[in-house]
């Protein structure tokens, strides 16, 4: 069920873009979008967590729940990348670990925003979802 | 009297100053990163590709003549440009880096041994900290920074005392920072340098698209640059080194082109300065850059670098009045390149939304982390770096855009 729930997250996202056609507007409610971020605890803004881009720092915690979903919470120093990792953060967290894996992400794209996960950009993203998927993967290895 | 006319002049000579982005009418204010290309280069590069190639100094037959004759032309373009006293004195390079490089690697592994020391100061690029570092590391030396003062000039006291304290083997200094814009008076530092025994090399990266070079009034051992910088195309610097110096040094990297006769009882390498151009060179590439050099020269060096004078005044000004911008780099002289922060903002989100509003900057530390390290500038700083196209009404656009970014971000 959770690569559905994962496919319907990135579905309401995608309608909720098409409102605005225009890159400003698109950017300005990403930006909103950043403030209302799960926000990672401060006491685990840590090098530990912490994924360096070039130019934005993300920090990204995962948490397992005991029915096997994990739990993100994310933050970042550079708004536009907040809001970002929110996006990818309200997509993926509190799937199921082997959905998370696998999931196939395609909603950037849709939306006009993919070439924030360029490795080019460094902003930190792609290695966030890289981040995420290991993780996932691995807790979802552990429990098979 | 400034020449506001410059623009009007020559955008025409600009196709990709015409074109949109994000549905905006492009902005380009990333020339520091690389210079767009004026259609004498562009048109010029595919004539050459098109009706006169062949590879150069080896073939008897009129294509590989005629192409010969054109990169050489090239080389001897750049010794005039630059005021070198001889065409040799010229060595076709990838770029800046891949000059600094074969000096680090040839003149420094001769020369560097245990306990010697570079002196570079802390507005380097990465380019000219990172090669010496490689080099020091294999020799035991070690690399040296002057310290730069919190206007983005260097700090001369330091430098004189450096230089006694060090006794360097090396200087390596910037001619005009990518991030400052500051200029440095390379004539002074060169001449203190030589009085101290060390070699010299000046990085002309940022100097060479902005203002007239000469060479020999420098005084510099190693003079570097790259093209793509100064209208020309990617692939392609030079290294001008005083006769002597090349002469006297072991080349770098091997193969065609740069031996005299090879056998497995010895090699022996080619005159200068063929000994430093090992395989076949980037030949579209020079032709077109030595058509960069005419370019700027059917301008004048000194109405490029007048005017943008006038372009960096205007956006110190106008930049300065927005409130909670902070200009990194107001040092007297500079070349057309404007650092700035905003209070309590990431600049990746300035850039990104000034791109939104289509205009190009840069953002980040612009390979100078050292520099930033020593600002404290964690996020960097947000770049407008200009060219001789480059208008005031574009620094008007692109002044707004950032209020507005501000306000959104706010």
């Known amino acids: 069920m959770s690569a559905a729930l994962i496919q319907s997250r990135q579905a309401e996202i995608i309608e909720e873009f098409a409102l605005f ?21 401060v006491a685990r803004k840590t090098e530990e967590h912490l994924i360096k881009g070039c130019q934005s720092k993300v920090w990204l915690a995962a948490d397992e729940a005991d029915d096997g979903t994990v739990l993100f919470t ?5 708004i536009i990348t907040k809001g970002l990792v929110g996006l990818m953060v309200r997509v993926l967290s509190g799937a199921q670990a082997r959905a998370i ?20 950009r460094s902003n930190g993203l792609a290695s966030m979802v890289q981040q995420m998927r290991l993780y996932a993967a691995a807790l979802a290895a552990r429990r098979a | ?52 190639h062949a590879n150069i100094h080896r073939g008897a037959h009129h294509l590989a003549q005629w192409a010969t004759e054109a990169f050489e032309g090239a080389r001897k373009k750049i010794a005039a440009h630059i005021n070198a006293a001889h065409a040799e004195e010229i060595i076709f390079t990838s770029g800046s880096t891949d000059a600094i490089n074969l000096v680090a690697q040839s003149w420094g592994r001769t020369h560097l041994s245990a306990g010697d020391t570079v002196l570079v100061t802390r507005m380097e690029h990465h380019a000219n900290i990172v090669p010496w570092q490689m080099v020091c590391e294999s020799r035991g030396a070690q690399v040296i920074p002057v310290n730069v003062l919190p206007d983005g000039v260097l700090d001369l006291e330091d430098f004189h005392a450096a230089l006694k304290q060090y006794r360097p083997k090396m200087v390596a200094v910037v001619h005009a920072s990518n991030t400052l814009g500051t200029i440095n008076p390379v004539s002074e530092l060169c001449a203190a340098a030589r009085e101290a025994g060390a070699a010299t090399l000046v990085d002309g990266s940022q100097a060479l698209p902005h203002f007239g070079i000469d060479v020999q009034s420098i005084g510099s051992d190693f003079y570097v640059a790259t093209a793509h910088k100064a209208y020309g195309p ?8 005083r006769k002597s110096m090349l002469e006297a040094m072991p080349p770098w990297r091997g193969g065609g082109e740069m031996i005299r006769s090879v056998s497995f009882q010895g090699t022996t390498y080619n005159d200068l300065p063929h000994k430093f151009e090992a395989g076949t060179p980037h030949i579209s590439g020079g032709i077109a850059f030595g058509l960069a050099l005419d370019w700027m020269n059917a301008i004048g060096m000194d109405v490029i670098a007048q005017h943008e004078q006038v372009l960096v005044q205007h956006a110190h000004s106008t930049l300065s009045a927005v409130d909670g911008v902070k200009i990194i780099g107001t040092a007297p002289n500079k ?14 989100d300035l850039g990104t939304l000034l791109d939104g509003q289509g205009i190009a900057v840069r953002t980040g ?22 060219a001789a196209y480059t208008t005031t009404l574009e620094i008007d656009r692109a002044t707004s855009a950032l209020e507005r970014a501000m306000r959104m971000l706010r």
């Not at chain 2, 020559?10 to 100053?17: G, K």
């Not at chain 2, 990617?234 to 080194?241: D, K």
């Open chain 1, 101 to 120: 894996a696998e999931a196939d992400l395609h909603f950037l794209d849709t939306i006009g925003l993919h070439q924030h996960l360029s490795p080019t």
């Open chain 2, 234 to 241: 990617t692939g392609l610097g030079f290294l001008h080194g």
């Open chain 1, 21 to 41: 056609d225009d890159w400003m507007d698109k950017y300005e409610h990403l930006i909103e979008l950043g403030k209302d971020i799960p926000a990672i605890n």
């Open chain 2, 1 to 52: 009297m400034a020449n506001t006319a410059l623009p009007d002049r020559i955008r025409r000579d600009f196709p990709i100053l015409e074109r949109e982005v994000h549905g905006k009418p492009l902005v380009y204010l990333d020339n520091a990163a690389s210079a767009q290309k004026p259609l004498a280069v562009i048109e010029g590069q595919r004539e050459y590709l098109a009706n006169h």
């Open chain 2, 335 to 348: 070349v057309g390149v404007v650092s700035l922060i905003a209070e309590g903002l990431h600049s990746y």
């Open chain 2, 365 to 386: 530390h612009h390979c100078t982390e050292p520099l930033m390290d020593h600002f404290g500038l964690e996020s960097g700083t947000l770049r407008m770096s200009f």
């Open chain 1, 74 to 78: 994310a933050d970042s120093d550079a």
